[in-house]
């Protein structure tokens, strides 16, 4: 009999493992690939930003913004960082507070399992779960036999990845247990545009933005695909944009173009030669054939210049669709807050039953804060079983 079985062995599961084996439970992690931390492995372009330094409840979507409060205030950045030292692995603040490891993913990896094997936790690997029931205890059919547990943690991630195995399977255990799923979709995404014109031609420019959706703007890069919009602005904007109402993007971010062009409007330059002084040229020559009045600046009317600053800095896109889960680096939505211990991450309808890290419905913003409430959560339940 285990105190714990950990269905997952991602980043959220295997730190909640060392917490719960910490103190003395007896655990075990399940994890169906044939390693476990897949998707930290590929984190942060191979170099995994573990954490953000401004992390705070502002930073995440969820349908009760108050529940990820009080495990983010019992288990900080500040926190981690002090195990990612023990273990002597060098990092570097890239940009906002965004930390990643110097060398490689792999060191996260590696400092979690030998914690896991420092808390005397068991870990399968290429091993899944078939059912669970609860009688008693908690009984799990797996590929390698039957197991039980006094607890069960679903740690399973969301939908997003699923070329390394992400799933639905954590939703699928929570609504057998009568649990509710606020609505999931793929989230810090990029974005299909509804109408594509110059799609083609604007592919691979990439510009300094100002993105806008619902009352959040997010000031980074964005990138021009062949279907619409990426980079990290739009993936930011991607966690609070609704099919049905535009983006807003602002193209000279922190410059007001009404300014910028009185001072040169006695000028017989071109409105397109005037604006590549600020955007890249293909960008401009590709936009203005669209979007704007490509006349001397001296022959633009008031009319047409109020249009023109309109249209460079609140142009307005509507997207049809995310790329979908296969490019998304999280889930949006997942198991209703409503339905758990923001404490404990148990369930308030099924006792020692917990969800924890992406499955539930806590998503944070592009920049190392989904991983801060993988530990958060995890560290919550692992001292709560």
């Known amino acids: 009999m285990n105190d714990a079985i950990i269905i997952g062995g991602g980043a959220a599961g295997l730190f909640c493992a060392v917490e719960a ?14 390693q476990v931390g ?41 926190d981690f960082i002090r195990l990612v030292r023990k273990h002597r692995i060098e990092y570097y603040e890239k940009k906002l507070g965004q930390l990643f490891c110097r060398e490689t993913s792999r060191h996260i990896v590696d400092m979690l399992v030998a914690e896991c094997a420092r808390a005397g936790v068991e870990i399968r690997t290429g091993c899944r779960v078939r059912s669970i029931v609860k009688r008693d205890s908690f009984e799990l059919e797996t590929a390698d036999g039957p197991v039980s547990a006094r607890s069960v943690v679903i740690a399973t991630g ?19 247990f ?22 083609r031609a604007l592919a691979g420019i ?33 966690n609070y944009w609704k099919p049905s109402e535009p983006v807003t993007i602002d193209l000279l971010p922190g ?15 071109r409105l397109s030669n005037f604006l590549s002084e600020f955007l890249p040229h293909r ?37 049809a669709d995310t790329e979908g889960y296969g490019r998304a680096e999280v889930t949006l939505g997942g198991v209703s807050t409503r339905e758990l211990s923001s404490q404990t991450m148990e369930s308030k309808k099924v006792a020692g039953l917990y969800f924890i890290g992406e499955v539930v419905d806590v998503t944070g913003w592009l920049g190392g804060y989904n991983f801060q409430w993988a530990w958060a959560s995890g560290h919550a339940a692992g001292n709560s079983i």
């Open 255 to 269: 410059k007001t173009f009404l300014e910028l062009i009185r001072k040169e409007q006695h000028r017989s330059l």
């Open 283 to 319: 960008f401009v020559e590709r936009f203005a054939v669209d979007m704007l009045p490509d006349l001397p600046l001296n022959r633009l009317s008031q009319h047409e210049i109020e249009l023109a600053a309109d249209r460079i800095q609140k142009w307005r896109v509507l997207f």
């Open 158 to 176: 969301g939908r997003s990845y699923p070329k390394i195995g992400a799933s639905g399977f954590g939703y699928q255990i929570a609504e057998q």
């Open 206 to 238: 990439s510009i300094e933005a100002e993105v806008s959706a619902g009352s959040h703007s997010f000031r980074e890069n964005i990138l021009f695909t062949h279907r619409g919009l990426s980079g990290p602005a739009i993936l930011q904007a991607s």
């Open 38 to 78: 897949k998707k930290i492995l590929i984190s942060g372009g191979g170099r995994c930003n573990f954490t953000n330094l401004a992390t705070g409840p502002e930073n995440f979507v969820s349908e009760n913004p108050h529940f990820c409060k009080s495990a983010l205030a019992r288990f900080t950045p500040e």
């Open 21 to 34: 084996g910490k103190r003395g439970r007896k655990v075990l992690v399940i994890e169906h690939n044939p």
């Open 178 to 199: 009568g649990l509710t799923i606020t609505r999931t979709r793929p989230s810090l995404v990029a974005l299909v545009q509804a109408e594509r014109h110059n799609n």
